[in-house]
């Protein structure tokens, strides 16, 4: 089984619609993250998690908001979606414990989100 | 702005050769990179990483090269295979700052 997992895969949904993306993970990291990767620019960081009680904003959270309801879920909302949040959506993770350098992180397969 | 830059967004290589991938950085604070290797319809997998108290890190048949005087890492994949076409991320990090700030990939195609 997958050691991070993100439902759904693939959502289509219409403009000014509440959309929620989950993310799962079985690693048993602290640490969680939230991308969306738009053709020609990599993956930007929309919102991160070093445990339970903190959230944080990256490079482009307006438009975005984040829950971490336990230490293996992270989800990300989009309270009223837009055209231009038509992206894919990555969640990953990492261990702040694991010794020595932890930037390495671990990414669920995406989620393909369009909005119409 | 972006401060991790991969200027070719296409390599085309054949079967047994070199391939060679270029990532420039502009913050001077970054001392971690690395590379991530990606599939269609699959998310990003760690290929391999250097500090920057290194010059050379080398995985089987993957070897990153960093020059901080110049700002600038390369991936060296020998030799390349089929199964190597894929789009590579660079990353780059700051001590203790655990976000990473990636590059926008270079799509690999291995020729038979």
């Known amino acids: 089984d997958a050691d991070v997992t993100q439902t759904p895969r693939n959502r289509i949904t219409k403009t000014g619609k509440r959309i929620m993306l989950e993310c799962s993970q079985t690693?048993?990291?602290?640490?969680m993250y939230w991308y969306r990767q738009d053709p020609g620019l990599g993956l930007q960081l929309i919102y991160y998690?070093?445990?339970?009680?903190?959230?944080n904003k990256g490079e482009i959270s307006d438009g975005y908001s984040v829950s971490r309801q336990a230490q293996a879920k992270f989800s990300l909302s989009l309270e009223s979606a837009i055209p231009n949040q038509t992206a894919l959506y990555f969640c990953?993770?990492?261990?702040?414990?694991?010794?020595?350098?932890?930037?390495?992180?671990?990414f669920g397969p995406g989620t393909r989100l369009t909005v119409l | 702005d972006q401060q991790v830059k991969q200027n070719s967004p296409s390599l085309s290589v054949q079967e047994g050769r070199i391939s060679i991938l270029n990532c420039d950085y502009t913050?001077?604070?970054?001392?971690?990179f690395l590379w991530y290797k990606k599939y269609p319809a699959e998310g990003p997998t760690f290929l391999i990483s250097?500090?920057?108290?290194?010059d050379k890190n080398e995985d089987g048949r993957f070897t990153v090269f960093l020059n901080k005087s110049a700002k600038h890492l390369s991936l060296h994949i020998v030799p390349s295979q089929p199964g190597d076409s894929a789009v590579y991320f660079c990353?780059?990090?700051?001590?203790?700052?655990?976000?990473?700030?990636f590059g926008a990939g270079t799509t690999v195609t291995v020729r038979a």
């Open positions: 990953a993770t990492s261990d702040s414990l694991a010794g020595g350098r932890t930037d390495t992180q671990y």
């Open positions: 990353a780059a990090s700051e001590s203790n700052d655990y976000k990473l700030s």
């Open positions: 690693k048993g990291h602290d640490r």
């Open positions: 913050n001077s604070m970054f001392d971690y």
């Open positions: 998690s070093f445990d339970v009680k903190d959230i």
């Open positions: 250097i500090s920057s108290i290194k």
